[in-house]
């Protein structure tokens, strides 16, 4: 290969201050052939599995990139400094250069001569042009991690050591260490994106020992990463982002620095391992069994199960090495129910068993910090036999541009509480997001606003939770700042095999209620409703709710979009009851199926207490079982006719024969039960 045709300008050999002697005196081929012997150097290259694609690859070599969905042209030499897109994130890819990984990937793996010039000369084309910070101190972060992943592959103990022109890898170590050494001194003052950029740091400070200023790099981005692991996580182990997707991003670039630390002679501090065993643990139980975290908040729908698998090896949890495997090897998490009180997350599943078991991840607590919160305070998730059935809608985009073709918000809407598992009032986000003058440019600024929170988040708590052999409950209240609707919702799983979804608002005004269950995507044209004067039902593949038909209640299909991953969306329908009033109450049961639709109906049945007060008693019929529910609403323990019965207590569940014998009854300690028999025996959950 002709090395003048990969980098057409060189530099002449000279000593060079960036290095420690006696490198410093080494002329460029001398200092090529250094870092292509074995330094003993070792770390791993990063590979973006999407962004590496043969098709996307096959698409960079024509000068066609595709980001987010979205394809430009940019033609051989391309302009760095303009956005071909109105969405700012495509141009941050373009930035990131992980497609330059895979380039470089192509070399080593089949010695793709094309595939090494393309990769030298967007490299220098960028080089060339285009300042250390363009964009965002992150965007730089991620761009110095993949070209040094890129050099493990064509230069850094290569096995099969690319012809790169000397003056250009010179070159391009020097801009290396400039981006290095902005990064230093223009770090985000915290969360994801500092996480990344002192990632960024310890790897060149690793890799690069040879540079004068590798160990300061070292030593001060691992004493920040550990401050930062601890300023980040809540006591819980969660992401103080709240964002499922941002909290794994985040531990596996912490990861990455332990591991680099550990495999290089570098002491690992304790606390960071403390840390990032208790992030782990979240990740443990967020895991849907199919093998992906579900999108609450940012983010995409992925899983991250080889990050488990490290957190086995490196602390000896064979809880994580079951989950990482499948189930293959190890030993099942001794807990079926986890709650994180911090973040406000709590998750249960049916069992350890297997991709077949039911999960559910409710979210009861906080917006948290930063910009990536959605407004879904007491939305869920729920999946059941290998598949999402209920489901957050996601992200799709940061960009708040809009044309007369298609003029939504497409931010604003996902973001959005009436796109989400939880009640919307009046139409009204939980948290105020109004729309800002834009005044100074920003990453997502396309137009002349951009929405902002402006208001407090609202007050959230867990009010109790248990769990047992025959059901668990977890009860959550929201009470926001923009209206005087308090939201209190009850999730009860009952033998580990159907949930009972009770919502109550409570308003001195009058207010327009909307319960929102987001389907996915495989329910689009094959979900119906159906039912009779008294049981509103719903069949959509893989899950079956019901509803009783409430006066002044009304039930149907709305339209709805989800997104698994940014810049992608899919029509999915919404089961969507309404209701106006002040005070007001919602009943649905969702049964998942693995295959037909099993028989399910739901009707109220009637229940008296003290004056003012208020309940819920369903009577819930699934095939040969007979089943009750009831809950107060916002009251303590009290006295109560359900029918005929005489019930002491916040709640009960129980089951009856086929003529009505009561066969089981389970509720919270203190709770009493009376029928025509005589007082029952109650179980305690």
């Known amino acids: 290969m002709n090395a003048a045709v990969l980098s057409p300008v060189r530099s002449e050999a000279r000593t060079d201050a960036l290095f420690l002697s006696p490198w410093e005196a080494l002329d460029d081929a001398a200092l090529l052939a250094h870092f292509q012997g074995d330094r003993g150097i070792r770390f791993a290259p990063i590979v973006d ?20 969905g979205e394809t430009h042209h940019l033609g051989d030499a391309v ?18 250069f992980y497609y330059a990984v895979g380039l470089a990937q192509l070399w080593q793996e089949e010695g ?47 096995a099969r050591p690319a012809p ?36 960024a740091i310890f790897l060149a400070g690793v890799v690069f020992p040879e ?114 495997s499948g189930g293959r090897h190890g030993r ?25 078991a039911q999960h559910l991840v409710f979210d009861c607590g906080p917006l948290g910090e930063g910009n990536h919160g959605h ?42 509480t009436a796109a989400h598992n939880t009640v919307c009032v009046d139409g009204r986000n939980q948290t105020r997001y109004v729309p800002k003058a834009i005044k100074d440019a920003s990453r997502h600024a396309a137009g002349s606003v951009r929405h902002k929170i402006s208001g407090p988040a609202p007050d959230t708590a867990l009010l109790e939770s248990c769990s047992g052999a025959h059901l668990d409950l977890l009860h959550g209240r929201c009470a926001s700042h923009e209206y005087d609707a308090v939201h209190e919702r009850c999730i009860v799983f009952v033998d580990r095999r159907y949930w009972i979804v009770s919502d109550w608002l409570e308003a001195q005004e009058h207010h327009d209620y909307a319960l929102r269950f987001q389907l996915g ?3 689009q044209d094959h979900a119906v409703l159906c039912g009779d004067d008294a049981c509103v039902r719903l069949e959509s593949p893989g899950l079956v709710a019901a509803q009783p038909r409430r006066a002044g209640q009304h039930t149907g299909l709305a339209a709805g979009w989800v997104s698994r991953d940014y810049g992608h969306k899919r029509a999915a329908p919404a089961l969507l009851t309404s209701a106006r009033a002040s005070c007001t109450s919602f009943a649905t049961v969702l049964l998942p199926s693995r295959e037909s639709a099993p028989t399910l109906r739901v009707t109220d049945l009637p229940v008296m207490g003290a004056e003012g007060a208020q309940a819920t008693a369903l009577r819930i019929e699934l095939g040969d079982l007979h089943d009750g529910w009831f809950h107060a609403h916002g009251v303590a323990q009290a006295g109560w006719r359900i029918g005929d019965w005489q019930f002491s207590g916040r709640w009960l569940h129980w089951r009856c024969d086929a003529q009505g014998r009561l066969l089981r009854a389970v509720s919270h300690p203190g709770a009493q039960l009376r029928t025509a028999l005589g007082l029952a025996r109650v179980e305690t959950a």
């Open 49 to 68: 599995a999407d962004e590496c694609r043969p098709e996307k690859l096959a698409g960079v070599m024509a000068g066609r990139f595709e980001f987010n």
């Open 79 to 96: 302009d760095w400094l303009a956005n071909p897109s109105r969405d700012v994130e495509w141009h941050i890819l373009l930035h990131k």
């Open 112 to 158: 793709d001569a094309p595939a090494l010039r393309r990769w030298v000369r967007l490299v220098d084309g960028w080089m060339q042009v285009t300042p250390p910070g363009f964009i965002a101190a992150d965007v730089t972060g991620r761009r110095v991690q993949n070209w040094i992943y890129s050099l493990h592959a064509l230069v850094l103990d290569a």
């Open 164 to 199: 790169i022109d000397a003056a250009f890898f010179r070159r391009l170590l020097h801009s290396l260490h400039l981006q290095v050494e902005y990064l230093c001194a223009h770090l985000t003052p915290k969360r994801n994106h500092r996480t990344l950029e002192l990632l």
């Open 211 to 324: 540079f004068g200023r590798a160990a300061h790099w070292r030593e001060f981005a691992l004493a920040e990463t550990l401050a930062n692991v601890q300023a980040d996580l809540l006591p819980d182990g969660v992401h103080c982002e709240l964002s499922t997707d941002y909290h794994h991003l985040a531990l596996r670039n912490w990861l990455q620095v332990r591991h680099l630390a550990a495999d290089n002679g570098h002491a690992v501090p304790t606390a960071l391992d403390r840390a990032l065993e208790a992030a782990l643990a979240f990740s443990l139980h967020v895991h849907q069994p199919a093998g992906v975290a579900p999108s609450l908040s940012d983010g995409d729908v992925r899983g991250f199960l080889p990050l488990l698998a490290q957190g086995a090896a490196l602390f000896g949890r064979e809880d994580m090495r079951f989950v990482a």
């Open 332 to 356: 099942p998490p001794r807990e079926r129910v986890a709650h994180f009180p911090a973040s406000g997350y709590h998750v249960v599943r049916s069992d350890w068993d297997g991709a077949d």
């Open 375 to 416: 407004f879904d305070a007491l939305s869920f998730e729920l999946a059941a036999f290998g598949r999402p059935l209920v489901v957050d809608p996601g992200r799709y985009t940061y960009s708040e541009a809009t044309t007369p073709a298609d003029p939504c918000n497409w931010r604003v809407h996902f973001r959005g």
């Open 521 to 523: 995507p495989d329910a």
